[in-house]
């Protein structure tokens, strides 16, 4: 449930004269904001050096910050090790994956698994929680800063044999598992594993591999093992705030939305109290709202709980040029984070840096201090948000259709990336683009979250696999779900090895066919296919298509043309009460509009017509149903809401609405409100005493 949604800023005291803080803190609340998010990067003045703690300063701010009114978040400093620290401790610096070591005068300049590091952060977050986990001013703790990054250093691979041993307990479990046999890979002692030689990022080409590559197994046990060093480098800081911090402060880490590929974000969720994000819509050279829709759904599903929105973007940024959102983007973006699922939108940051590497992310106030459109921006969405707070408390986004989100499946598709039309990324994005462009609401979760309550399950790339989820997916279908799985599902084991079964792995007879041949073309390289029976399925699949031999399923599909012409393109199986639809190819966006037409229109979900580059949003108020309509074109934009959309009469809070029809402006948004209809009374009612 979202609260009304709040507003706050990153403020670093630390860059700002003492003599500002004041004005800064007055200015912020006359803004609109009330939540500010401090001292994440302030290691060398809260540790000028080892064990000196200087506090002081800090506790000056949150004053000035809570006498305006303010929450305050505090950040545990660690992602930039002062200077002292690593002189000290040259060791802690990272290797990269070409063996060069990252230096000091950046950030995230630390191993995480290097034990000087680990105990200086136990010191400086216990002193820290010592001091302020009472503190009534502080309400949250964010731990690092996007946390991220695989290191390579010597540390790391002794760390990596200790994880191996822990997973396999004999040597000749790992040979066995990762068929080391391959090339005489065999290891007779466990300090004898590499790490994986590959290069930094896959070579370019167009099927992207990488010119070294290692073992399957390997890569992908390595990739787990670096997630779960950065979520043990966290827990490290978790298990001190627990310790010494009142549970009523919560516990945050800012992740990265969907695009971030290197951390099990599943896993880290279980470890803190809230999900918070970061959200950069305009760094999405594409200008698309899918973006950041998706990341808003991917976080919230970590959960499937509300988040917060830590950074959201303010203003130009870029390392070298500046990407500049729109004047209105501020506002759309925000809106759009919080029909996310967002109950804390924290813009970065309060005023651009006049020092450092960020002088070009701008912040809301210009460096030199000059409160301009940015601001003005902020204020009126403040005072928007104000107005409807009303219907939003306790409103949240409507889940009509599960996509799952798997963490092996895209380790291993970084491992061995195959042709790029099924890049992992892409065939989320893609299915998730088809499914909200019908104007259904998405949660994003786990193969692992309870999927009952859902009509629909959507798996656009679930390559690796294992009995117990194909069991668990099985379940799901004979109780009456829609599941669509896509091509090169079940290819590969949990360790990354081709299953001696028939294709797709322990889920040929739940689909009812075995994939028994595949040709992989260009990645743009399409064939049209044509539905069967109604003709309602057209479009093409491209890049990868699979000759399916169907024994229990039929064709809603067939392709027109191309190596398998004539056979099943998309199919379906019934199973139990449920059906089973295996696409064949990698679906274009007509093919997998009219899929989802077809199938979530069979199933009885409310379907939306939207123009090009109109979102829709659907919520669940406390009582009543909410409609955000954004429109992320430069252009006016109309949509017509039919009448049996919704329960009642649509009523136009911000924005209009007249005869069903709601005229957008260029980059501006529509927030309508409809009382809900009474719930039909449950059947058991009447025999009840
Ligand atoms: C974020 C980061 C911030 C700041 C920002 C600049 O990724 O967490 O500290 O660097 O980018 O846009
Ligand atoms: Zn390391």
Redesign the pocket.
């Known amino acids: 449930m979202i609260g009304a949604p709040r507003l706050g800023c990153a403020y670093y005291p630390e860059q700002w004269p003492r003599e500002r803080w004041a004005l800064d803190a007055q200015l912020m609340a006359e803004t609109g904001l009330s939540v500010v998010r401090i001292a994440e990067f302030a290691w060398s003045r809260l540790e000028p050096s080892e064990g000196a703690f200087d506090f002081a300063w800090l506790d000056e701010a949150i004053g000035i910050l809570a006498a305006a009114g303010h929450d305050v978040i505090l950040g545990t400093p660690t992602a930039a090790p002062p200077a002292w620290l690593i002189e000290q401790h040259p060791e802690i610096l990272?290797?990269r994956a070409d063996g060069r070591v990252h230096k000091f005068g950046h950030r995230r300049h630390y191993?995480?698994?290097?034990p000087a590091m680990r105990a200086a952060s136990e010191r400086i977050v216990r002193a820290l929680g010592q001091r302020f986990g009472r503190d009534e001013r502080v309400s949250a703790w964010q731990i690092d800063n996007e946390l991220g990054g695989r290191?390579?250093?010597?540390?790391?691979?002794a760390?990596f044999h200790s994880w191996l041993e822990r997973r396999y307990e004999s040597l000749s479990t790992l040979n066995d598992v990762w068929g080391t046999a391959f090339w005489s890979q065999e290891y007779t002692a466990w300090s004898q594993v590499p790490l994986p030689d590959v290069a930094a990022t896959p070579a370019p080409g167009p099927f992207g591999f990488s010119r070294n590559a290692p073992n399957p197994g390997l890569g992908l046990d390595f990739r787990r093992f670096s997630s779960d060093?950065l979520i043990e480098f966290l827990k490290l800081q978790t298990k001190v705030l627990r310790e010494t911090c009142d549970p009523r402060q919560r516990i945050t880490n800012n992740l990265m939305g969907f695009g971030f590929p290197e951390i099990d974000y599943h896993a880290l969720a279980e470890e803190i109290d809230v999900v918070s994000w970061d959200n950069y819509p305009v760094i999405d050279t594409t200008r698309q709202w899918v973006g950041p829709a998706l990341a808003g759904d991917a976080m919230r599903g970590l959960k499937q709980a509300p988040v917060w929105v830590l950074e959201q973007q303010a203003g130009p940024l870029g390392w070298e040029s500046f990407r500049s959102p729109h004047p209105g983007e501020n506002r759309l973006f925000a809106w759009q984070a919080i029909a996310h699922g967002a109950e804390l939108v924290s813009f970065f940051r309060w005023r651009t840096a006049r020092f450092g590497t960020e002088q070009h992310w701008h912040g809301i106030v210009d460096a030199n201090g000059r409160l301009g459109r940015r601001r003005d921006e902020v204020r009126a969405l403040a005072d928007e948000l104000a107005g409807v707070g009303d219907a939003l408390a306790g409103a949240h986004p409507r889940g009509d259709v599960a996509v799952l989100h798997d963490y092996d499946s895209r380790f291993a598709l970084q491992v061995q990336p195959t042709n790029p039309a099924l890049g992992y990324e892409a065939g989320v994005r893609a299915h998730y683009a088809a499914l909200r462009g019908l104007g259904l609401g998405v949660d994003v979760v786990s193969p692992r979250a309870p999927l009952a309550g859902y009509r629909i399950v959507v798996a656009p790339s679930l390559y690796v696999m294992d009995e117990s989820l194909a069991e668990t997916l099985t379940e799901y279908v004979q109780g009456g779900g829609i599941l669509v799985l896509a091509p090169r599902t079940a290819v590969k084991d949990r360790c990354n090895a081709i299953p001696e079964r028939p294709l797709p792995a322990w889920l040929d007879r739940l689909c009812g066919l075995e994939v028994v041949d595949y040709m992989s073309f260009g990645p743009e390289e399409g064939v049209a296919i044509r539905g069967e029976d109604d003709g309602l399925l057209a479009g093409n699949l491209h890049g990868w298509f699979e000759r399916v031999e169907p024994a229990t399923a039929t064709a809603l599909a067939v392709y027109a043309e191309g190596p398998f012409a004539g056979t099943p393109a998309v199919t379906v199986n019934e199973v139990g009460d449920g059906r089973a639809v295996y696409v064949t190819g990698v679906g274009d966006e007509s093919a997998l509009q009219h899929l989802y037409l077809l199938v979530a229109g069979g199933a009885g979900l409310e379907l939306l017509v939207l123009p090009h580059d109109v979102e829709a949003a659907a919520l669940a108020g406390k009582s009543s149903d909410l409609l955000l309509l954004f429109n992320h074109s430069d252009e006016e934009r109309t949509v017509d809401i039919d009448v049996d959309v919704g329960n009642g009469e649509w009523r136009a809070r911000i924005g209009s609405v007249s005869g069903g029809r709601v005229v957008l402006e260029p980059r501006g948004l529509a927030f309508l409100e409809a009382e809900r209809a009474p719930q039909p009374a449950s059947p058991l009612a009447d025999t009840l005493p």
């Open positions: 990272p290797v191993c995480p698994n290097e290191c390579y250093c010597e540390t790391c691979r760390a060093s």
